[in-house]
């Protein structure tokens, strides 16, 4: 089975992750894969300098990508592609053209990783997704969206979640030699906020809540890491921060290369996100054994079942983030029951070797498919 992985995408985030992560995991597997991204992208660097077979292409139209689907179509035909599988939406176009345009019988896979907010039935979205052969999603809220907007048959959508990888236990040595280094000092509470900084992303909420926990007497420390995108909101968390006497409790790290490896540092993570497609930073803490709270909306409560395996609170409602916080502050034992049965529930659900023992199941079933058809 000959696979291609197709992104061009020039960020980094967890679609670009996982594109480097099932790469990686494919090419060490013993399947012939071949990874086609931008010039000068993240992903291009990541990979740099490992065995994995790469092409580079720079679409110039992003709606109608004639001389790349060429190029892509090409490169199809001279490394016979069984499997075309796509990650970024701007490139569907490009992959659905060269998919008509290539000699050779490729099948289209498609993962999607955000969710879908409005119809997309024109001609123009018509000829892209009649040409997708699985259309993945990561949550049954996204199942339903694609049902809802897209024009795609039903049996072409299909739920893959997530997969995490395990990770190994944190020593209480290296926690405290991490707080040492950033120079944050001893408390009775800590909370973790991992996430790009950016409205959408809620941050604020947290510190509103940190606030009425600090009315109400309670010891709680908050850092938050991730990269800033939006410089006026940053500065405007800031601002809260000083205005509610916060600044010597909430603390900005920045982008964290390996935020897994301080999950297990933390009392609780919390996800603010106003509707997260999934929350893979709550799965991961989960898998680390930490407590987590999130908002009740998206993906989040696939993840999340309320008091069994986390907390669950409106998206910003602070006063109601406050009180699932005071509690677990407060309950030591609801803490640690909460954080044993978030990590045995993501054991089990997000499991990375379950996730791409299927999807490579999902492949070799759609080759089947197309070689019964020509017999």
């Known amino acids: 089975m000959k696979i291609l992985e197709l992104c061009t995408s020039k960020g980094w985030g967890g679609l670009e992750l996982y594109v480097w992560q099932i790469s990686r995991w494919l090419n060490t597997h013993q399947y012939d894969c071949h990874v086609v991204t931008a010039p000068e992208s993240l992903i291009t660097r990541r990979l740099a300098g490992s065995n994995i077979s790469m092409s580079e292409i ?189 600044e010597k409790k909430i603390h900005y790290l920045g982008f964290a290369e390996k935020p897994t490896q301080i999950y297990a540092c933390f009392d609780v993570v919390v996800l603010t996100t106003y509707a997260e497609t999934f929350g893979l930073v709550l799965v991961e803490a989960m898998k680390s054994g930490v407590a987590v709270v999130g908002t009740n909306a998206g993906g989040v409560p696939e993840i999340i079942e309320h008091e069994k395996t986390g907390m669950l609170y409106e998206p910003g409602n602070a006063m109601t983030l406050a009180d699932c916080l005071q509690r677990l502050l407060e309950d030591a034992a609801l803490r640690q029951r909460l954080a044993a049965a978030g990590k045995a529930y993501a054991d089990e659900t997000f499991s990375e070797q379950q996730h791409y023992a299927k999807l490579t199941q999902i492949f070799s079933e759609l080759l089947n498919d197309r070689s019964d058809k020509t017999k």
């Open 58 to 246: 720079r679409p110039r139209f992003r709606f109608f990508p004639w001389l790349a689907a060429l190029r892509l179509a090409r490169l199809i035909e001279r490394q016979q592609i069984d499997i075309l599988h796509v990650h970024w939406t701007r490139d569907l176009i490009l992959a659905a053209i060269a998919k008509r345009l290539a000699r050779h019988r490729v099948k289209l896979v498609f993962s999607r990783h955000m969710a879908l907010t409005r119809h997309k039935r024109d001609f123009y979205h018509r000829f892209i997704y009649h040409s997708i052969d699985r259309f993945l999603v990561i949550t049954k809220t996204l199942y339903a969206e694609a049902r809802q907007y897209l024009p795609i048959a039903e049996d072409r959508i299909q739920l893959l979640y997530h997969g995490v990888t395990d990770f190994p236990a944190v020593e209480e040595a290296n926690c405290e030699e991490f707080f040492a280094n950033n120079n944050l000092q001893q408390a009775t509470f800590r909370i973790l906020l991992p996430g790009r900084i950016e409205h959408y992303k809620g941050q604020h909420t947290l510190i509103e809540a940190m606030a009425y926990l600090q009315q109400r007497g309670l010891d709680v420390d908050m850092i938050m890491l991730g990269h800033v995108m939006d410089e006026a909101y940053f500065k405007e968390l800031q601002q809260q921060s000083r205005a509610a006497g916060l």
